[in-house]
Structure formats: structure tokens, C-alpha cells
């Protein structure tokens, strides 16, 4: 199958979610945002004193106003690391400030539920009724438990809720050699009656169709689309009809 159902036992509970899921989260964004600033420093160590030195040659060599286009060149390989710099510092600090509070609020909203129903999923993660979900050995991460599923971190959905799952063929671009080459992958999405949509990226066809059977244990009537494996764009247009007619039926 190459896909994990990891039984919640006490074991995996203490080791991965000894005070629940979103405390767990909560120290993975945390780690993150250190991490983050560690990696600011050098970067914009090197961009400072690569921008102060092309700078400091242009003025005490004579530089000239054809020597600007040049300069500019030169100034942008500093540059780059300057803005990483600044973004890693940015980006750290914001990670560096998550809070369990915050972690929870961020769910509730992506997930359009209160923030009762947000603790509650997280109650029931360390139930031993709870598997940790993995369609791919080194694809997204999901947890499902009695009443739930979350998956890209935050997004819990009802499992009474849940309107389909459904293949979908992602094609991304990379560089091979010196050449760009597509490669495809498979995800699992996940979408609401409400209009949310969750995914696992990254899974076996197996394993989908497996996590496909546990979902309908608790909504038979869920719909896959009869198997179709939609392409990226086909996808995307049927969620807007979806999301349409949910909205339509909540007003």
C-alpha cells in the first residue's frame, strides 16, 4: 500500500501528542520560527556586506555612470540574500509567537467551525479509536478520528460532513539537467458540504482508496465522482460548482 494508518496507541500518544494535536502544532511552528531566524542571519549578514562593499568599490574606485548597469548586476546576487534575509525574519517571528490560542483560532477559521468544535476534534486525536493518516511515505499527514478529519495541518472537517473525496492529478515543473521536465503526482481531496476543501498531497492510489473506505464507514452516500481522476484544472472548476451550491443552500 505505501501508506501508514497509525493506530493511536499511548505509546505513538506520549511520544507525538502528549498534551494533544494542537499543542504539538503549536511546538512544530514554534521550532519552525527559530529555525527561521537562525537562517536570517547569515543571509543578511552576506547581503549587508555585499551591498556595503560593491557599494564602497563603486565610490572609492571612481565608478562613473556606465558603471552603474554593472553595479546593479553585481548588486543582485547581495540582494537576494538580503531579501531572504528579511523574509526568514519576518517569517521566524511570526512562527516564533505561534500560541495554542492562536493555533486553535487559525483552525476554526480555515475550517468555518467554532473553536468548541476545533477543541473537540482535538480531545478525540488521542483517543485509541484515532489512526494518523499518511497516503505516501513522505506525503501530507492526516489525522482521523471518530468524528473528524484534519489534514494540512489545521483543517478539520466533520466526517458526517465531508460531501466527497476525490483523485486529482497534479502536474508540477521541474528542472532535470538543463532541462524542465513535468512530473505528475496524485493527491486526495477532501471537500465540505459547507465548502472547505482539505487534501492530501502526495498519496498511492491504494492508500486513497483505503482512507476513501474508512470515510464512508460514517457517510455512505460519500462521493468520489465514480473514480475519476480529475486533472488540476478540471478539479478546480468542479470545487467553484461545489462551493456555488453550497453556499446557495446555506443561504
Known amino acids: 500500500m505505501k501508506g501508514k494508518f497509525i493506530p493511536m496507541t499511548e505509546k505513538y500518544k506520549r511520544k507525538h501528542y502528549p498534551e494533544g494535536y494542537f499543542a504539538a502544532l503549536t511546538k512544530s511552528h ?66 516564533k509567537g505561534s ?30 479509536d484515532t489512526l494518523v493518516v499518511q497516503l505516501k511515505s513522505d506525503g501530507t499527514i492526516g489525522i482521523l478520528t471518530r468524528d473528524y478529519l484534519c489534514c494540512l495541518g489545521a483543517l478539520v472537517i466533520k466526517r458526517a460532513e465531508i460531501r466527497g473525496a476525490y483523485l486529482v492529478e497534479r502536474a508540477d515543473k521541474i528542472m532535470v539537467g538543463n532541462k524542465m521536465k513535468t512530473v505528475y503526482s496524485l493527491d486526495l481531496s477532501i471537500l465540505s458540504k459547507h465548502g472547505t476543501c482539505g487534501s492530501f498531497v502526495g498519496a498511492k492510489q491504494e492508500s486513497a482508496e483505503h482512507l ?31 462551493k456555488s451550491r453550497a453556499e446557495e443552500s446555506q443561504g
Open 30 to 95: 514554534v521550532k519552525a520560527g527559530i529555525g527561521l531566524l537562525i537562517m536570517a542571519v547569515p543571509c543578511l549578514l552576506i547581503g549587508i556586506a555585499g551591498i556595503g562593499g560593491i557599494l564602497w568599490l563603486f565610490l572609492h574606485e571612481g565608478g562613473t555612470a556606465s558603471d552603474i548597469p554593472g553595479m546593479l548586476l553585481l548588486l543582485l546576487f547581495p540582494g537576494a540574500f538580503l531579501a531572504i534575509g528579511i523574509f526568514c525574519l519576518w517569517a521566524g517571528r511570526w512562527r
Open 99 to 128: 500560541s495554542l490560542e492562536e493555533e486553535i483560532r487559525s483552525s476554526a477559521e480555515a475550517s468555518q467551525y467554532p473553536e468548541s468544535v476545533i477543541r473537540d476534534f482535538d480531545r478525540q486525536v488521542g483517543n485509541p
Open 212 to 242: 476513501i473506505a474508512l470515510l464512508r464507514e460514517s457517510n455512505p452516500d460519500l462521493d468520489t465522482a465514480g473514480g475519476k481522476v480529475f486533472s488540476e484544472k478540471e478539479f478546480n472548476g468542479f470545487r467553484e460548482v461545489q
